[in-house]
């Protein structure tokens, strides 16, 4: 069975997601254009916890990109059905947008320009990675558009909370991970955020891309300096969201949690963490908080996050000594000393669910950057979430 460079598959990734974040990026700059380009996902997609969520050309378009060389193709309905495919000239890509778009030659030629333009991405430290990996145990998940709801949204002028953003476009992720199909571990992965910063006289939005490779001892990722890619274990304490706090903290940890978090959780996780948890939307945007430093863990209780949320951040966590673990059964695990924790895995599905619920994390997660930091924070997590005492 051929063997690939995972250089190369990275490298490939990387560009694949830079063009995925310039479509994004191009559909989101002609505010009359994105007004055609949403449209309501069929009852069959709906993420539970939105009463509306929405499928947007701009997400097939982007999906369209990264699985170009599979057979899959997906549906765009604006009135006529249209099978949405890149076509090998710009021409007919236009032509075909043309249709979706009914008749805006403009914005049709404009987002073929994207879709069919070169884009090169190069990382130097990708070079020192030599590695080759057996193709045929290779499967990917991708999101287009992680926070879809925020990207329809537009809020360009959300202001941060200690480097995080509650909100708004910076919460947007596009999101690939590559998976081993017979353990389900993941290896690779890629998260681009096309929206880090705006030019104020233009308006034009510039992005940021990370990676991290974990394979067979090799641990590699974008955060790491030139000197310190080739052995990238050493022993680094996780940056906290308030690094001014000094070790006799009350509270020693930072973490980030959705909007829609339970009760029972938000309580604990206020012992343990203090004033330093932090809300933000997007289940990519909040794994690439602790990716990086930012907070020391992502923690959500619910089932509403899917494969294709996390295997990229999961993949680049390996990478940097952390994981994604599931939290029930974390909370359930016998405090026994020496036993593994229940790392998310990617190969199969949830037993007697149906459509998108089969590939839901169902025990909800935990994202964190150090194993021995993770210890510690479910050993008070469980602690303030265990049953109190009858009187009050």
């Known amino acids: 069975m051929p063997s690939l460079e995972m250089s190369e598959i990275l490298r490939e990734l990387l560009r694949v997601s830079e063009k995925a974040a310039d479509i994004a990026r191009a559909c989101r700059q002609q505010e009359a254009l994105f007004q055609l380009l949403i449209e309501e996902k069929r009852e069959g997609e709906k993420n539970k916890k939105f009463a509306v969520d929405f499928k947007t050309l701009a997400d097939v378009l982007v999906q369209e990109v990264i699985k170009q060389n599979m057979e899959n193709k997906s549906v765009f309905t604006l009135g006529e059905k249209i099978i949405m495919r890149l076509c090998p000239t710009e021409e007919e890509t236009v032509d075909l947008l043309n249709k979706v778009l009914s008749g805006n030659k403009l914005a049709s030629e404009a987002l073929a320009k994207v879709v069919h333009q070169d884009v090169i991405f190069t990382d130097p430290a990708l070079d020192s990675i030599e590695i080759s990996i057996p193709q045929d145990i290779l499967a990917i998940w991708v999101d287009p558009i992680d926070s879809t709801y925020q990207y329809i949204k537009g809020s360009a002028d959300i202001k941060s909370n200690q480097g995080i953003f509650p909100s708004g476009l910076q919460c947007v992720t596009i999101l690939i991970g590559v998976y081993d199909i017979q353990t389900g571990v993941p290896l690779m992965g890629v998260i681009n955020q096309p929206f880090v910063s705006q030019d104020l006289g233009t308006l034009r939005w510039k992005g940021q891309c ?55 959780i938000k309580a604990a996780l206020t012992r343990v963490c203090g004033e330093r948890i932090f809300r933000a939307a997007g289940a990519g945007y909040k794994s690439l908080c602790v990716v990086l430093g930012l907070v020391d863990i992502y923690i959500f209780s619910e089932d509403t996050t899917f494969k ?76 303030h979430l265990a049953p109190k005492d009858t009187h009050t």
Request: charged share 20%; glycine share 10%.
């Open 210 to 264: 990370y990676w991290g490779l974990s394979y067979m001892g090799t641990n590699i990722h974008s955060l790491q300096s030139p000197l310190s890619a080739r052995n990238s274990r050493e022993a680094r304490s996780p940056v906290t969201a308030n690094p001014s706090s000094g070790a006799e903290s009350p509270h020693p940890f930072s973490a980030v949690i959705s909007t829609s978090e339970k009760e029972p």
């Open 308 to 383: 294709w949320d996390s295997c990229a951040a999961h993949a680049i966590l390996r990478a940097m000594g952390g994981g994604m673990v599931d939290l029930k059964e974390c909370l359930e695990r016998h405090p026994q000393a020496g036993l593994d924790l229940p790392q998310l895995v990617y190969h199969v599905g949830n037993e007697g669910a149906a459509g998108v619920d089969q590939w839901a994390n169902k025990g909800g997660l935990i994202a964190y950057r150090s194993r021995k930091q993770l210890e510690a924070f479910l050993s008070l997590l469980i602690q």
